[in-house]
């Protein structure tokens, strides 16, 4: 049984303001610690519910946030940037089950700290769908035959993870309040129900199926301002819906996908 984790940091319990989520503020230290218990947390309960290999993908921003000497010794750990398949990079066809950690709820949601990838996009639907992180990031498993069997977060977050994936284990470590406030649980209790619910997934893995869509794939994004959209819309095979929204479309998922990314690449340039 070959587990993937991916670990995002918004998600992850305690977390309710970006000064935790960035290198260089008082608070990093301790939400990198909070992180790395978290992912252990489900490490344990992958390998007590009969993993035999697990590969962990550090998600958030530089993707040099989880501790290396605190993670657990089992595991491959997948760092920095920049990824061909950003927060699941590393994800194939020989893996039997995929766990998203400290997932949170996509652009225009209510939920802690929610965006979809960056503060540039307002809106990103997939297909016909909302298209936040979880959903994009379990369509990449998907794609290659994997079910996502977990996913932390906030509520919001296990909400959206719910309605796409249907019988997925969903752990919610915080209650929101806003954006910027929640209700959280003890550390502690966090981590030993992510361990249980961990453990429970990898049981039931076999009877899950992927989540997959329908070619053509569509990312169709919004954006923040029009500056960001004159530069994203100079992309060949990109199409401008309006004067924030810009659409690019593959028969193929992971050529879509990565014309997503340089979307965001691209707007990202106009910073």
């Not at 766990?99 to 809106?123: E, K, P, Q, R």
């Not at 919001?156 to 915080?174: D, F, Q, S, T, Y």
């Not at 990312?219 to 690019?248: K, Q």
Request: aromatic content about 8%; charged content about 20%.
């Amino acid at each position: 049984m070959n587990v993937y984790i991916s670990v995002d940091l918004e998600g992850i319990g305690g977390i309710v303001h970006w000064e935790q989520c960035s290198p260089g503020t008082k608070e990093y230290d301790d939400a990198r610690a909070l992180m790395t218990a978290e992912a252990n947390a489900a490490i344990q309960g992958a390998f007590d519910g009969g993993a035999t290999e697990v590969l962990v993908n550090d998600a958030h921003s530089s993707m040099r946030n989880l501790q290396p000497l605190e993670l657990d010794s089992r595991v491959r750990l997948v760092r920095g940037s920049i990824k061909p398949q950003s927060m699941m990079e590393g994800m194939s066809e020989s893996f039997d089950a995929a766990f998203l950690i400290g997932c949170h709820a996509g652009a225009g949601c209510n939920g802690v700290l929610s965006h979809t990838y960056d503060g540039m996009v307002t809106s990103a639907r997939l297909n016909s769908l909302a298209g936040g992180e979880i959903t994009i990031n379990s369509a990449l498993a998907g794609y290659y035959g994997v079910p996502v069997a977990m996913v932390t977060g906030d509520s919001a977050a296990c909400r959206e993870a719910l309605g796409i994936l249907g019988g997925v284990e969903a752990v919610a470590v915080k209650e929101p309040i806003s954006r910027y406030s929640a209700n959280c649980l003890n550390p502690a209790i966090v981590r030993e129900r992510i361990r249980a619910a961990a453990m429970a997934a990898v049981s039931r893995a076999s009877e899950l199926e992927p989540f997959t869509l329908e070619p053509p794939i569509r990312f169709e994004v919004g954006f923040a301002h029009v500056g960001y959209a004159d530069r994203v819309a100079f992309m060949p095979g990109s199409e401008r819906l309006d004067p924030v929204t810009v659409v690019f479309e593959s028969e193929d998922f992971i050529t879509a996908y990565r014309g997503f990314l340089t979307m965001l690449v691209l707007a990202e340039s106009v910073k």
